[in-house]
């Protein structure tokens, strides 16, 4: 175990090196170990592959895009075999996109033209606009709606028509389909559908969880809505902290991409709306930046920082940047504890959270009392604001540490895309996080001001 310690004004290249050559090394032992392995058809199968995002970013390795192609093409074979119009033949919305909007969508941004992703993404996305059926209609116009929980190219639920914010990974799917040079009427879909969640969430009372939460005037249908929330679509929210309050609104549609959704639709757009709904859902964040765990919040802060909005964000970040200074010369050591019954500590109901990932221990190494470092994503946000390299070579050497210590303890991810048990899981954040993790955040500090989650391509709105 090597401790950590934060200096300040220490510069961050040796840190950034150290980090680099450990993803490399990974990666060595991961691919040969994963490409002879036949692709199993697990929904999130591909997405550990993205642990190696932000490190070609910094390397631009080779060896990642022939790692990720030749994962990509075993995944195709199966794809062929066994999906029916290039979708499952039924699947529920949280879970049946992700290997489309998580694993597809860093394909196309490492390489556009590559063209087996474009195909499976145009192939499922064209489900959206038309599956050849009534009783197959995945979106209906008329009501700006989609149909149900569970979609397929088999089987449509019509029983569960709830839209909850899961529904927004499938704007993700048209989004892509779109940039890939699928049906040009989806196009109308992404914005006439995000435009209504954006409103709702702006104008409710509290962050809405599904549509008409807050705006159903029909108390029969409200109550039916309500009781199809707690049916249905709570389950969706079941490896996380399950009370519904402010906080745990918010961390749903972090959970689901909504706020990096918003922000690539008011780049799109320049409708302010989506900044405004973007930033209710992180302003609700923010209290937890202090948290080991919440690696989207100080990440997102940022970026509605940035946009110009969120004021009052360095004052807020304050007394978490005052508590790391106290550490200042202090050897840190860090380790894992698994096991934890979350619903004792105080981090529950906050945002990162997922009941089967394990505790993170800092310890002081002089005096042997824990204390609380913040994630790495936060201490990029106070790298970014102050300019103290410092901050930044801790959120290295911190991410270093843990992936250290997962690297012994777990297996690489592909078993389980969406769990806490994974290395990947320390790399891009477990199936709550939406690729924040303890490496990628501090990474993508350290790639400068813009640098964030996987990026949706260009597109034309209608």
Not at 47 to 61: F, K, N, V
Not at 79 to 88: D, E, T
Not at 174 to 186: F, I, K, R, S, V
Not at 419 to 445: K, Q
Request: net charge neutral; aromatic share 10%; with cysteine.
């Amino acid at each position: 175990m090597n401790p950590i310690t934060f200096e300040p004004d220490a510069p961050a290249g040796g840190s950034l090196a150290a980090l680099l050559a450990w993803f490399k090394s990974w990666l060595s032992e991961s691919a040969p170990a994963n490409t002879v392995i036949p692709w199993k058809g697990i929904h999130d199968e591909g997405t550990y592959l993205t642990s190696w995002r932000e490190y070609h970013l910094h390397a631009g390795d080779p060896d990642v895009v022939s790692y990720a192609t030749r994962m990509l093409a075993s995944a195709d074979g199966w794809l062929r075999r066994h999906l029916v119009h290039g979708y499952w033949r039924v699947q529920e919305v949280h879970h049946g996109v992700e290997h489309f909007i998580i694993f597809l969508a860093w394909i196309h941004e490492m390489d556009p033209a590559e063209p087996l992703h474009a195909r499976q993404l145009r192939d499922a996305s064209a489900n959206i606009v038309d599956t050849g059926s009534k009783r197959l209609r995945w979106y209906d116009p008329g009501t700006n709606r989609f149909t149900s929980l569970y979609l397929g190219t088999k089987f449509v639920g019509f029983k569960k028509g709830l839209n909850i914010a899961e529904h927004l990974r499938l704007i993700r799917l048209a989004w892509l389909g779109l940039a890939c040079g699928g049906n040009t009427e989806l196009s109308t879909i992404i914005t006439r559908y995000s435009r209504e969640w954006a409103s709702q969430v702006v104008s409710g009372p509290e962050i809405p969880l599904y549509l008409g939460e807050f705006t159903e005037a029909d108390p029969k249908r409200r109550s039916a809505n309500e009781a199809a929330f707690n049916k249905d679509a709570r389950a969706f929210t079941g490896a996380a902290p399950k009370d519904i309050n402010e906080v745990t609104r918010a961390e749903i549609h972090v959970a689901n991409g909504t706020p990096g959704l918003f922000l690539a639709l008011h780049d799109a757009t320049g409708d302010p709306l989506y900044l405004d709904a973007a930033e209710r859902v992180v302003r609700t964040t923010i209290r937890n930046i202090a948290s080991p765990y919440a690696h989207p919040a100080g990440e997102l802060a940022w970026h509605l920082h940035r946009a110009g909005r969120l004021p009052g964000l360095a004052e807020a970040s304050g007394p978490v940047r005052e508590g790391v200074d106290r550490l200042a010369g202090a050897q840190i050591n860090i380790t894992l504890q698994p096991g934890v019954k979350w619903r004792d500590t105080r981090y529950y109901n906050t945002v990162g959270m997922r009941k089967d990932m394990p505790a993170v221990e800092a310890t002081r190494q002089d005096t042997g009392q824990q204390v609380e470092l913040p994630s790495p994503a936060t201490l990029g946000l106070l790298y970014r604001l102050t300019g103290r390299p410092g901050y930044l070579r801790l959120a290295l050497d911190y991410a270093l540490a843990i992936l250290e210590a997962a690297r012994h303890a777990y297996p690489d991810g592909r078993q389980h895309g969406c769990g806490a048990r994974a290395i990947h899981a320390f790399c891009v954040g477990h199936g709550r996080n939406w690729g924040a993790g303890y490496a990628s955040t501090a990474l993508r500090a350290a790639l400068g001001e813009d640098s964030g989650e996987i990026a949706l391509p260009p597109v034309k709105l209608g």
